[in-house]
């Protein structure tokens, strides 16, 4: 049957792959505390608080590893209504100290997939206002992905099933969608790092674009700012090679 697990205002969750575990932001009755985040399982079903942030810091984004069996979450400082640091930070699910994987002055968290972590929870990735990177959630540096060279607005990253390749969409100005505006090239990168390779074979741009299943091909759809009806659909391996 049904079950209140908490009451208040601004909830937030996320649930385990397997089913057992909720997670949820909770900021109690006084709206000006920050969130915190608790757990309930199948097998306990009273809330346990899982983070202790001060006041200022708030963890308002989460994410639960493949395995259900650590959180990592994206706590904001904020100053003056403005958010002027961001952490990222791992807890185990079964509580205790969190532990700072990065800490991004002026961090903007990459918004435009489904979540922040590789779909095999190793990996948190990020952005800042000039660049793009990927870190362990185990613990060690980040990793920058892009390049200072490629300029560009980041507007929506895609990595591959299996966890090994990032692509960044750059978004020049003006919109592609215009017919004066620029191209949308592609930049596919292994998520431990090295040298972006450039996907825009036909000098057109590209307008959306995915990984097969096998992570082993990118499709993408290139476009016509004067006439949509021209796109095309191309295959391409993730070396650069084999376009069709």
Same mark, same amino acid.
């Given at each position: 049957g049904y079950q209140e697990i908490i009451t208040g205002i601004d909830v937030f969750y996320?649930?385990?792959?397997?089913?057992?575990?909720f997670v949820f932001a909770h900021t109690?009755?006084?709206? !000006?505390?920050? $969130?915190? +985040?608790?757990v309930v399982t199948t097998e306990h079903r009273h809330p346990i608080q899982l983070t202790f942030e001060p006041r200022g810091v708030n963890p308002q984004i989460f994410q639960l590893t493949p395995d259900g069996?650590?959180?990592?979450y994206v706590a904001y400082r904020r100053a003056s209504n403005v958010d002027t640091l961001m952490y990222i930070r791992r807890i185990p699910i079964t509580g205790g100290p969190s532990t700072t994987i990065a800490e991004v002055p002026d961090g903007l968290l990459q918004a435009d997939f489904e979540g922040f972590l590789s779909p095999d929870g190793q990996y948190? +990735?990020? =952005?800042?206002?000039?660049?793009?990177?990927s870190v362990p959630v185990a613990g060690g540096a980040p990793i920058r992905l892009d390049a200072p060279e490629i300029l560009g607005t980041r !507007?929506?990253?895609?990595? =591959?099933? !299996? =966890?090994r390749w990032v692509v960044l969409a750059l978004y020049p100005h003006p919109s592609p969608f215009q017919p004066t505006g620029g191209r949308l090239p592609l930049y596919i990168v292994p998520i431990t790092g090295g040298t972006? +390779?450039?996907? !825009?074979?036909?000098?057109?741009?590209?307008?959306? $674009? %995915?990984?097969?299943?096998?992570? %082993?091909?990118?499709?993408?759809?290139? $476009?016509?700012?004067?006439?949509?009806?021209q796109n095309r659909l191309y295959g391409i391996h993730v070396d650069g090679t084999g376009l069709t």
């Open positions: 996320e649930v385990s792959n397997d089913g057992r575990t109690g009755t006084d709206p !000006d505390a920050p $969130y915190q +985040l608790f069996e650590t959180l990592v948190a +990735l990020y =952005s800042t206002n000039s660049a793009f990177f !507007d929506r990253v895609e990595v =591959s099933p !299996d =966890s972006p +390779l450039k996907i !825009d074979p036909t000098e057109r741009g590209v307008l959306t $674009y %995915q990984f097969t299943p096998d992570s %082993q091909t990118l499709v993408f759809e290139t $476009y016509n700012p004067t006439d949509f009806n």
